[in-house]
T-cell receptor, first 116, second 113 residues
Framework: DGGITQSPKYLFRKEGQNVTLSCEQNLNHDAMYWYRQDPGQGLRLIYYSQIVNDFQKGDIAEGYSVSREKKESFPLTVTSAQKNPTAFYLC???????????????FGDGTRLSIL | GQSLEQPSEVTAVEGAIVQINCTYQTSGFYGLSWYQQHDGGAPTFLSYNGLDGLEETGRFSSFLSRSDSYGYLLLQELQMKDSASYFCAVRGDNAGNNRKLIWGLGTSLAVNP
């Protein structure tokens, strides 16, 4: 079955450490997104990519980095510069294209990141 | 700035009907979507309105009025499993192939027996 796989499900980070969250999709979607969700809050966009080897900052990109070397993969690195990284991280993907009509975003099951 | 407003919490009983409203203020508008998220889970797509009017999908319907910058999600014949958070989201930009969404803060729906 097609879908999005995020790993790990739970991740712990030590102070000063960079950690990388994995996101892989086999839906053949061009666009991929990383969101951060804090308790009781909505989704805030960290980075998104519409094509391989290209990505754009979202609303809260500081302290995060991404790469898009393959269409299927969009890993997110939470760097030591991100001082409050504890959150639920969600990866999503969608098709793209002009015009009306919706291309829904499909989400992975998320990664919960905590500070040790 | 760009924002979406929706109630933070709604409570209803099984079998009832509930309406979750969403008003938006965005520089552009290319459609209103609704997503459902159960506690600890991933958001899942429910419905989309690109044009004014009502879209029906089973027990769920969604409405849009672009002139009022307003939409709602209507859930009928509520079931316990409908207890979840519901998010409205707007695509505010059609530049290039942009499918980036602006999200509301979510409405927590509690369905009681």
């Amino acid at each position: 079955d097609g879908g999005i796989t995020q790993s790990p499900k739970y991740l712990f980070r030590k102070e000063g450490q960079n950690v990388t969250l994995s996101c892989e999709q086999n839906l053949n979607h061009d666009a991929m997104y990383w969101y951060r969700q804090d308790p009781g809050q909505g989704l805030r966009l960290i980075y998104y990519s519409q094509i391989v080897n290209d990505f754009q900052k979202g609303d809260i990109a500081e302290g995060y980095s991404v790469s898009r070397e393959k269409k299927e993969s969009f890993p997110l690195t939470v760097t030591s510069a991100q001082k409050n990284p504890t959150a639920f991280y969600l990866c999503a993907s969608s098709t793209i294209g002009r015009g009306q009509g919706d291309q829904p975003q499909h989400f992975g099951d998320g990664t919960r990141l905590s500070i040790l | 700035g760009q924002s979406l407003e929706q109630p933070s919490e709604v409570t209803a009983v099984e079998g009832a009907i509930v309406q979750i409203n969403c008003t938006y203020q965005t520089s552009g508008f290319y459609g209103l979507s609704w997503y459902q998220q159960h506690d600890g889970g991933a958001p899942t797509f429910l419905s989309y309105n690109g044009l004014d009017g009502l879209e029906e999908t089973g027990r769920f319907s969604s409405f849009l009025s672009r002139s009022d910058s307003y939409g709602y999600l209507l859930l009928q014949e509520l079931q316990m499993k409908d207890s979840a958070s519901y998010f409205c989201a707007v695509r505010g930009d059609n530049a290039g192939n942009n499918r980036k969404l602006i999200w509301g803060l979510g409405t927590s729906l509690a369905v009681n027996p």
